[in-house]
């Protein structure tokens, strides 16, 4: 956590490390003997020997970032500290580093690990790409710098930049945006939330980044309107253009920090109402542990809430839902809030940019990293590898495996003489890992289905792990008319962890297997096509491990007939397993 105090409060706000503050753009300058502050001497004469060796990948990528192709100037080989960057834009402080390979070894690895740590500790973006990437992904890479300068310019000036509050110096200066007042009860998104009352400097600033009476506040990469008589003079930020909606910004300068390693209990909601200056809370990167996004929500603010890893979703998930049932003990209006899986646009990003397209060469770098034979001959062209005595089968880049698939591949295994399939998918249909027992009992074949990690698609990236398909069984209870679901059996999606591991975990996921549940949800009117709606829910807490296997709603339908209920369950690794029952009422 870092406390940030400035002079407009006498008030610390603490906000995790990753928080994004809106900041005055810092300049690197040169000193009186026209040479970069502590940047040692022999680097100068070491830059320019190395502008004249640049590498093959560096001279490729220089073509086209050279003469501000990208809208930007770019120096190479410039000296920053007591580092070399490859690639360097003082307008858009951004770095761009090429890596050969002898950046793989532990020792590089950790030495560019403490390289990055201190260009962003002055404020700088770093993006590191491979020879390979930029020999054969050109494109790609350009684009990617491309969208990162775009990202990088808050004002047509660049005078502004968003900066992680685990960046900011003493000195540094923030802003508050200054509106003309609006009403206290402003709605927003059609629910009242009282207006900050904490005063600044005897003057209350709204919440920057909730629509209020019609007012939208800043985006962070929208030139500045102030509309009128600005609170921030021209010659310290432009005021040209438009996109701010009447807001004007008021600076505040950092005079004292502090970092400890806390939980959120730290966070006074009046103190972040008092400082009100313009963060990024709207759109948080890294979910965590769902903090950030759980303050925002108490505050009435909008927000969306970003994270690659499956786990943090899940905690985030649960953070929230706790928030709404406080709001609602307290009397408090309370919002819902909806989840999305946008791993298949990701998925088909990869395909387009860095596969070309190519169903073999998916299938080539999935075999890679689950460390199979490809099959020169394979004995089926539904069979693509070999790992240890188990076939292997790939799915595509963008299907759903489906039972009928699972047939056609178990059946060519079996033909083949094996006695073990491992089929490897992005997303499997529902309910598959309880229907694979019966294909497994007419092929006897041991068949294991795992989901493809996104991970692969990371650069630089050499290992990843495989989860198996979890498998779920319910049943529904009708009790008068009145409906509840009860767990009946439960195995998790297990990562694929050494043998010796992996049959302990399976060992206890039979012997205890709701032990592995942590959150568990369920639909009562589910169909085909609906978003999951959780009409019940249940999940451990910190506090709490304790879980309900059945649910206590007495659900009752409108209509007699068959209805559909759907119960998803998310296990400790933060993996969903989902399975659809039927009940006549």
Same mark, same amino acid.
């Given at each position: 956590m870092i406390g940030i105090r400035h002079n407009r409060s006498s008030q610390t706000l603490w906000v995790t490390g990753d928080h994004r503050v809106l900041c005055r753009k810092r300049t690197l300058s040169y000193n009186a003997e026209r040479s970069w502050a502590h940047v040692p001497e022999k680097h100068f004469e070491r830059a320019r020997a190395l502008r004249k060796e640049m590498t093959d990948a560096e001279r490729l990528l220089w073509k086209s970032l050279r003469r501000q192709q990208l809208g930007v100037k770019f120096r190479r080989q410039h000296p920053i500290g007591p580092y070399i960057a490859d690639f360097y834009s003082w307008e858009a402080g951004l770095v761009v580093e090429v890596d050969g390979d002898t950046h793989f070894t532990p020792e590089m690895q950790e030495y560019d690990a403490i390289r990055t740590?201190?260009? @962003?500790?002055?404020?700088?973006?770093?993006?590191? !790409?491979?020879?390979?990437?930029?020999?054969?992904?050109?494109?790609?890479?350009?684009?990617?710098?491309?969208?990162?300068?775009?990202?990088?310019?808050?004002s047509e000036n660049h005078f502004?930049?968003?900066?992680?509050?685990?960046?900011?110096?003493?000195?540094?200066?923030?802003?508050?945006?200054?509106?003309?007042?609006?009403?206290? &009860?402003?709605?927003?998104? *059609?629910?009242?939330?009282?207006?900050?009352?904490?005063?600044?400097?005897?003057?209350?600033?709204?919440?920057?980044? &909730?629509?209020?009476?019609?007012?939208?506040?800043?985006?962070?990469t929208s030139p500045v309107n102030g509309g009128g008589e600005p609170a921030v003079q021209p010659d310290s930020l432009p005021v040209d253009g438009e996109g701010w909606g009447g807001v004007s910004l008021l600076p505040a300068t950092v005079i004292a920090l502090e970092q400890v390693q806390t939980d959120e209990e730290v966070y006074d909601l009046e103190v972040e109402g008092a400082h009100s200056y313009i963060t990024e809370v709207c759109v948080v990167h890294n979910c965590g542990s769902g903090t950030t996004l759980a303050v925002a929500e108490k505050l009435g603010r909008r927000w969306i809430g970003v994270d690659l890893g499956r786990y943090a979703i899940h905690v985030s998930r649960k953070r929230l839902i706790q928030v709404q049932r406080e709001l609602y003990q307290q009397g408090k209006p309370y919002r819902s809030f909806d989840v999305y899986n946008?791993? =298949?646009?990701?998925?088909?990003?990869?395909?387009?940019?860095?596969? =070309? *397209?190519?169903?073999? @060469?998916?299938? =080539?770098?999935?075999?890679?990293?689950?460390?199979?034979?490809?099959?020169?001959?394979?004995? &089926?062209?539904?069979?693509?590898?070999?790992?240890?005595?188990?076939?292997?089968?790939?799915?595509?880049?963008?299907?759903? !495996?489906? @039972?009928? @698939?699972l047939r056609e591949v178990a059946q060519a295994a079996a033909d083949a003489g094996a006695r073990e399939l491992h089929c490897l998918a992005w997303e499997f249909e529902m309910e598959l890992a309880a229907k694979k027992q019966a294909i497994e009992a007419t092929t006897g074949l041991d068949i294991k289905l795992k989901y493809i990690p996104r991970e692969i698609m990371e650069a630089n990236r050499t290992e990843v792990q495989f989860f198996e398909a979890g498998y779920l069984e319910a049943k529904a209870i009708v009790n008068n008319g009145a409906v509840d679901v009860e767990l009946v059996r439960f195995m998790p999606a297990l990562a694929e962890v050494p043998e010796k591991e992996l049959q302990e975990l399976r060992a206890r996921a039979v012997n205890s297997p709701f032990d592995f549940i942590d959150f568990w949800a369920v639909d009562f009117e589910w169909r085909e096509g609906k978003p999951f709606e959780h009409h019940w829910q249940d999940f451990r807490t910190r506090k709490d491990r304790s879980l309900k296997t059945r649910t206590d709603i007495g659900w009752r339908y409108a209509t007699q007939g068959t209805h559909q209920i759907c119960i998803k369950v998310i296990d400790v690794f933060g993996v969903d397993t989902t399975t659809v029952i039927k009940v006549k009422v």
């Open positions: 740590q201190y260009l @962003e500790s002055l404020g700088l973006q770093v993006l590191r !790409f491979t020879n390979v990437e930029i020999r054969n992904y050109l494109d790609a890479v350009v684009e990617r710098i491309h969208d990162a300068i775009q990202d990088a310019l808050p502004l930049e968003w900066r992680r509050a685990s960046s900011l110096q003493v000195g540094d200066v923030v802003f508050f945006p200054l509106l003309p007042s609006p009403h206290p &009860s402003a709605p927003v998104d *059609g629910v009242s939330y009282p207006h900050p009352t904490s005063p600044v400097d005897g003057v209350s600033y709204p919440h920057p980044t &909730s629509p209020v009476d019609g007012v939208s506040y800043p985006h962070p946008l791993g =298949r646009y990701e998925r088909q990003w990869w395909q387009q940019e860095r596969l =070309r *397209g190519a169903d073999c @060469e998916h299938r =080539r770098i999935v075999l890679q990293f689950y460390k199979a034979v490809p099959l020169e001959n394979p004995p &089926s062209p539904l069979l693509h590898g070999k790992k240890g005595g188990a076939y292997v089968h790939v799915d595509q880049i963008d299907s759903l !495996f489906t @039972e009928s @698939e």
